[in-house]
């Protein structure tokens, strides 16, 4: 049996039967995966024109984040999702067990009008000290700082201008989406995802200002030989409610003792610390449970190149601290702000300068934005700012930002649909019905293309054919009349477009305004479906989109209009039902009133797509109110 047969046109064996689960859903259980767009809107940068210089450090939602996902062994080729949405199990290792590393990164707009990442070499190499410390994939360096130049380039919009002590503060994150029930097994998935924000607000006007600290005797942050020194989330949470009470006594931070003795710095809340002796040392506390902060790492160097004794140690809290001059906090965010004063029990102690710290920091932020020589070479060149006075015109984004990566196509986990052999199958179909069909006549073009196929398979399954298309008409049907009068279009998204039948079954329903967007991955395919579209004369309601969902998802939330789809059909790989709908809820293309159709029949002369695959389908449009037209 010809494999041409299980696409488009194929001896269905059995009755098409669709079922509209009857299970009501509460909104809040719907909530938690009925996204729709309208919930959130993306910030605009003309929104952000007279704030640049008070952006305060609050979250905005963006164009979107950069995903990859982590099964089987292979990181994928990673995705740009154009919504603030993580559709997850709830049994996912990250909620429960805190399996989830981050990190904090900034990228500045220089002098020269480019876009700049500081050093995030340093960033891929805590994440990989985490993952190991948490026994998650290690995220690999040119993955990791490909993603995040990805995540910057998708939002360069949002790059605060030159001259601004704002900047975008870009936050990697790693962890445990998959299942985890105890810790034995690890879960099964696994997330990187790049999200940004611009930023700048209390840590710039902080680091003139200077705050007060203050030492936390009812909290330790870390356990020796604990986590403390990986940027785990579980630290973070660790830490809430000491500053929160140290907020409401009046102080602006905590410091952390170790926890062994209670004699030793460790660290900020979530910033390093950093002294000025009174001789002019360097000094910052060295212990395995504090987190390594990238910016010490360089305002270390930096007072190295000027000759300064750094003194990376141990240090004794009630030894040493009277002999600091100058004491200051550290982090991405922070830079380095400075520490007034410090309160331990009765005592407090107070550091009037800060002009050491503040001129690494001046030189620090001098080489962010490109002002002196970037001698260490740690900035590293993502794009071009966006230039307000020329009209924006966005390069066409790259297919993949991963090219490297191994996709589930290349290990052969995607169903491989169509071949040399098919193309010359689809030529011929698409002559015949050019030769065949009354141009600009949908019904004649149908007819034209059942004919062929009933002529190359000699009829076999062309009743059942029928039924199939009926059934998606007549959901499409359905949802044209409901939203008749409503002066909204009908909005329609097919995966797999093979040829185009479908689609012209689609489109034929649409009312004028109605839209249909249908993904294809093969080129031919494309080419051809868009050949017998426009004979059809339906293509100013049908556009054939190149390539996957999971390229092409951000162009597909824009070519709907950032709206959800009313119709959607799933035709394409069976592989890809699952992740490839989770993503478009992610996105509010798909939500509980969305009418969605997937073909699930295994064709004859098709390889069954493994038992995993369909269960996962199965329970995945169980738990959905959605229609679904199953082959049986
Ligand atoms: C069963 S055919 C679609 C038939 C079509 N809907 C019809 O009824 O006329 C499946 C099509 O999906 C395409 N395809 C497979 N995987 C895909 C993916 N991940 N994204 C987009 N298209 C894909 C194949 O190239 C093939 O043309």
């Not at 201008?161 to 690890?186: E, T």
């Not at 997330?191 to 007060?212: D, I, M, R």
């Not at 102690?349 to 970037?374: M, N, P, W, Y």
């Not at 992740?579 to 159709?597: N, Q, R, S």
């Amino acid at each position: 049996m010809s494999i041409a047969r299980l696409h488009g046109r194929s001896p269905l064996q059995g009755l098409v039967r669709c079922r509209k689960l009857a299970r009501s859903f509460s909104s809040a259980e719907w909530s938690q995966y009925a996204y729709s767009t309208p919930l959130f809107r993306k910030t605009r940068r003309e929104e952000l024109a007279e704030k640049w210089d008070n952006l305060g450090f609050s979250i905005r939602p963006m164009n979107g984040h950069v995903r990859y996902t982590y099964a089987d062994g292979n990181w994928d080729s990673g995705v740009f999702v154009p919504a603030p949405y993580q559709l997850m199990h709830i049994n996912a290792g990250a909620l429960h067990y805190g399996v989830s590393v981050f990190e904090g990164m900034k990228a500045f707009a220089c002098k020269d009008g480019k876009i700049r990442l500081l050093n995030p070499e340093l960033n891929a190499q805590r994440m990989q000290k985490g993952a190991d410390a948490l026994l998650m994939p290690q995220v690999p360096t040119d993955m990791f700082i490909n993603g995040v130049m990805e995540a910057i380039r998708r939002n360069r919009e949002f790059v605060p201008p030159y001259g601004n002590n704002a900047s975008l503060y870009v936050r990697p994150l790693l962890f445990a989406s998959g299942q985890m029930l105890g810790l034995a097994p690890l879960a099964s998935e696994y997330t990187f995802f790049v999200t940004v924000l611009p930023a700048g607000g209390y840590f710039g006007k902080g680091s003139e200002v200077g705050v007060k600290a203050l030492v936390s005797n009812n909290h330790d942050r870390a356990a020796p030989k604990g986590l403390g020194a990986v940027k785990a989330a579980g630290n973070y949470a660790a830490d809430i409610a000491p500053v929160h009470s140290a907020h409401a006594e009046g102080y602006n931070t905590t410091l952390y003792l170790d926890a062994k003795e209670r004699k030793f710095i460790e660290e900020f809340s979530v910033c390093n610390f950093v002294g000025i002796t009174k001789d002019g040392r360097y000094v910052t506390p060295k212990s395995d449970t504090i987190l390594q902060s990238t910016t010490n790492i360089m305002l270390q160097q930096l007072a190295r190149d000027r000759g300064m004794i750094v003194e990376e140690r141990p240090i004794d809290f009630e030894k040493e601290i009277g002999n600091l001059k100058e004491v200051g906090m550290c982090g991405t965010a922070a830079v380095v702000v400075k520490v007034n004063s410090i309160t331990h029990g009765e005592t407090t102690l107070t550091f009037d300068d800060f002009d050491v710290i503040s001129s690494l920091r001046s030189e620090l932020t001098a080489i962010q934005c490109g002002e002196v020589e970037d001698k260490h070479g740690w900035m590293k060149e993502v794009c071009d700012v966006v230039n307000d006075s020329i009209p924006e015109v966005f390069p066409v984004q790259p297919r993949s930002f991963a090219p490297d990566m191994v996709t589930a196509e290349a290990k052969g986990q995607v169903q491989r649909m169509g071949s040399q052999a098919m193309h010359g199958l689809e030529r011929l179909l698409l002559e015949h019905v050019v030769a065949n069909a009354e141009p600009g006549n949908p019904d004649s073009v149908l007819a034209a293309m059942d004919a062929f196929w009933n002529k190359t398979f000699q009829a076999q399954g062309a009743e059942k054919w029928n039924v199939r298309g009926l059934k998606i008409e007549e959901a499409v049907r359905e949802k044209v009349q409901a939203k008749e009068g409503k002066n909204t279009p009908v909005r329609c998204l097919e995966m797999g477009t093979y040829c185009g039948y479908s689609a012209l079954r689609i489109a034929r329903n649409l009312p004028e305004g109605g839209k249909l967007l249908s993904v294809e991955k093969d080129e031919l395919f494309a080419a051809i479906a868009t050949k017998i579209i426009e004979f059809a004369g339906l293509d100013d309601k049908v556009k054939i989109w190149m390539g996957t969902v999971h390229s092409e998802i951000a162009n597909i939330t824009t070519r709907l209009e950032q709206e959800p789809a009313d119709f959607v059909l799933v035709d394409h790989s069976k592989e890809r039902y699952v992740p490839d709908l989770k993503l478009l809820e992610e996105c509010g293309v798909v939500t509980k009133d969305t009418a969605v159709v997937g073909d699930v029949e295994v064709y004859p002369g098709d390889e069954r797509p493994p038992k995993v695959i369909e269960e996962e389908i199965g329970r995945f449009f169980a738990d959905r109110a959605f229609g679904l037209a199953t082959m049986v």
